[in-house]
């Protein structure tokens, strides 16, 4: 066994194998000094008078280890390190700087073992050195990293702080704007109801001889019902709102559930409704909030219907990348969202004035879909039609 294994070594030059000790000590990757017990130096190799610019002579016999370190390193070593080399006879991996010839310092790593002879007295020190320039220079890269990424997680941190109690100022404001507007909103109707119940009772019982009075008449009676039915808007905005914040999240079966509100809608016999809800057949969301979703945009889906066709709505779900999105894509009108898109959600702005409403809808699909943590996409064509992807 042991032949067979020889014969799978190839057969080496004898001439690699005949290595000089004294090369090998003189010329090896760090520096090798020997010292008498108070320091005075008596052998160095090559390697270690090369890096200190030195020649042997100028050292052995004339110079002390002690005198190559650093003040530092000098009283470390006599109060440290020879202390202990006596005491256990050896000591490792102890850092110091030595100074070269041109007073420049070297970063070293010591390890050392202290000699005696056959009655037990120190005799020589053997110290062995290693060059950790490199590696403290790598060691303080790490150190400034790790000081930069503690910086910028305080940054973060403090930044976060900042977020968060904007968010909850935010907040505030939000909620203080919900009650202002539904509060103004309540208050605001019983006198406009008042109003309009008097113009009523004035149409009824008055006469005007101006043959302007109708127009004017017929002008202020528009903008009392356009007055009444902001109001009613307003006050469903908040009301929804509210209600989605304290209603638990269902279940819902989208199938049955859509195919129930298309029932509510304006009836509209030329109307078409595709549903597919394969894909994602159930949902996790507040009833009433998906429901004024659903309503608002199927309803504006036959609202804004192409006059040189029947509108047709299709609604469907999708899963991306693990998150279900709700689509909702008609034939209608389009919208131009190069010239519209920063406005398709504000409140009271609408882009086919022909058509009556009220401009809340789209304002309270973002609100509601947002509350819940979603986002909507939107999609349209002037002309062909407009679809609306919600991210939930």
């Known amino acids: 066994m042991r032949e067979a294994e ?11 194998t005949a290595e000089n000790v004294e090369e090998l000590y003189e010329y090896a990757p760090c520096g090798y000094c020997s010292c008498l017990p108070d320091g005075t130096l008596v052998k160095l190799n090559q390697t270690l008078l090369g890096w200190l610019h030195y020649t042997r002579t100028e050292l052995v016999a004339h110079r002390t280890f002690q005198e190559l370190l650093s003040i530092g390193g000098r009283l470390h070593y006599e109060t440290y390190c020879a202390p202990l080399l006596l005491l256990q006879g050896e000591v490792r991996e102890i850092s110091y700087q030595l100074r070269r010839r041109d007073g420049s310092r070297l970063s070293v790593l010591l390890n050392a073992q202290l000699l005696r002879d056959p009655l037990g007295n120190p005799l020589l020190v053997r110290i062995t050195l290693f060059d950790i320039t490199e590696r ?7 150190l400034r990293a790790k000081s930069q990424a503690e910086e910028q997680g305080r940054q973060l941190a403090r930044a976060n702080e900042q977020l968060i109690a904007k968010n909850e100022q935010l907040t505030r404001i939000n909620q203080d704007l919900d009650n202002f507007v539904y509060t103004a909103s309540h208050d605001l109707k019983q006198p406009i109801n008042n109003m309009a119940g008097i113009f009523e009772e004035l149409m009824r019982t008055a006469s005007f001889t101006d043959p302007e009075a109708p127009g004017m008449v017929s002008m202020f009676n528009d903008a009392l019902r356009q007055m009444l039915s902001t109001i009613e808007d307003l006050t469903v ?23 129930e509100l298309i029932r509510s809608l304006p009836a509209r016999t030329d109307a ?56 909702v894509r008609d034939n209608g009108r389009g919208i131009d969202l190069q010239r519209h898109g920063q406005e398709l959600f504000q409140l009271f702005r609408r882009f086919h004035s022909d058509v009556p409403g009220s401009g809340v809808g789209l304002y309270l699909v973002q609100r509601l879909v947002h509350q819940a943590g979603g986002r909507i996409e939107v999609e349209s064509q002037v002309g062909e039609g407009t679809t609306f992807r919600l991210y939930l």
């Open 6 to 16: 020889e014969e799978q070594y190839p057969e080496l030059d004898l001439r690699l």
């Open 136 to 142: 403290q220079k790598y060691e303080q890269e790490l």
């Open 237 to 259: 905005v908040v009301q929804l709102q509210r209600e989605q914040e304290h209603t638990t999240v269902e279940l819902i079966e989208l199938q049955p559930f859509t195919e």
């Open 272 to 327: 078409r409704f595709t549903l597919d809800f394969a894909a994602v057949p159930r949902l996790h969301f507040p009833r009433p909030g998906l429901q004024s979703i659903l309503y608002n945009l199927l309803s504006n889906g036959l609202k804004y219907a192409h006059p040189d066709r029947p509108p047709h709505l299709w609604v469907s779900t999708a899963l991306v990348d693990g998150a279900p999105v709700l689509s």
